[in-house]
């Protein structure tokens, strides 16, 4: 399996709070990336990462921020979460001129 | 727009049955496929993907995947269903860009495997 840890795995959040999800891998691959999975979307690009402090956005962005200030990290942080994002949070991985993409166990996230 | 359809949310299929998930994109040019397998409370395996060349591709756990260029089609296949391939199953494409390999994904589809 691909060193890829997401923490933390589950979380209960109120709405209107900051919340830091956290993934880390040992890989050294350029390339990271933010998903979120909900009944009848599959997953949805967040954001991205070409590399350390390079980022960019994805197809459902809104309301997401992200840092990359080492290889190994990448921070999703919700500025004030709300219930409609409320979801399972999934990194991925990929290399450079690889096409295959290496996905975290996932972290889901409550937010009453 | 950019688009990739699993017209089958659910299916059910009895152990030892063939199966078939079907999976179709809508992109300018042929994109990156995938298949990945998600079991429940886990994340995303990858079972097979197809590039370029043979349109037939093979990959882990007995699957196999077909292109259709006619058609726009990448769909799944396995000859004998085992219990244990109850999961939910996701289509995806992707490009390989100066962002990496975004990939966009199909709604999945749900095999229930009955013994």
């Known amino acids: 399996d691909a060193g890829i840890t997401q923490s933390p795995r589950h979380k209960v959040t109120e709405t209107g709070t900051p919340v830091t999800l956290r993934c880390h891998q040992t890989?050294?691959?350029?390339?990271m990336y933010w998903y979120r999975q909900d009944p009848g979307h599959g997953l949805r690009l967040i954001h991205y990462?070409?590399?350390?402090?390079?980022?960019d956005k994805g197809e459902v962005s809104d309301g997401y921020s992200v840092s990359r200030s080492k290889t190994e990290d990448f921070l999703l942080t919700l500025e004030s979460a709300t219930s409609s994002q409320t979801s399972v949070y999934f990194c991925?991985?990929?290399?450079?001129?690889?096409?295959?993409?290496?996905f975290g166990q996932g972290t889901r996230l409550t937010v009453v | 727009a950019q688009s990739v359809t699993q017209p089958d949310i659910h299916i059910t299929v009895s152990e030892g049955a063939s199966l078939e998930l079907r999976c179709n994109y809508s992109?300018?040019?042929?994109?990156?496929l995938f298949w990945y397998v998600q079991s429940p409370g886990q994340g995303l395996q990858l079972l097979l993907k197809?590039?370029?060349?043979?349109?037939l591709v093979q990959g882990i756990k007995g699957f196999e995947a077909e292109f259709k260029r006619s058609q726009s089609s990448f769909n799944l296949r396995k000859p004998s269903v085992h219990w244990s391939d109850a999961a939910e199953y996701f289509c995806?494409?992707?490009?390989?860009?100066?962002?990496?390999?975004?990939?966009?994904f199909g709604t999945g589809t749900q095999l229930k495997v009955e013994l």
């Open positions: 991925a991985i990929s290399e450079e001129g690889e096409t295959e993409a290496f």
């Open positions: 890989e050294n691959h350029r390339y």
């Open positions: 990462s070409y590399g350390v402090k390079d980022t």
């Open positions: 992109y300018g040019a042929t994109p990156y």
């Open positions: 197809y590039f370029s060349g043979d349109t």
């Open positions: 995806a494409v992707g490009f390989l860009t100066g962002g990496g390999n975004k990939l966009t």
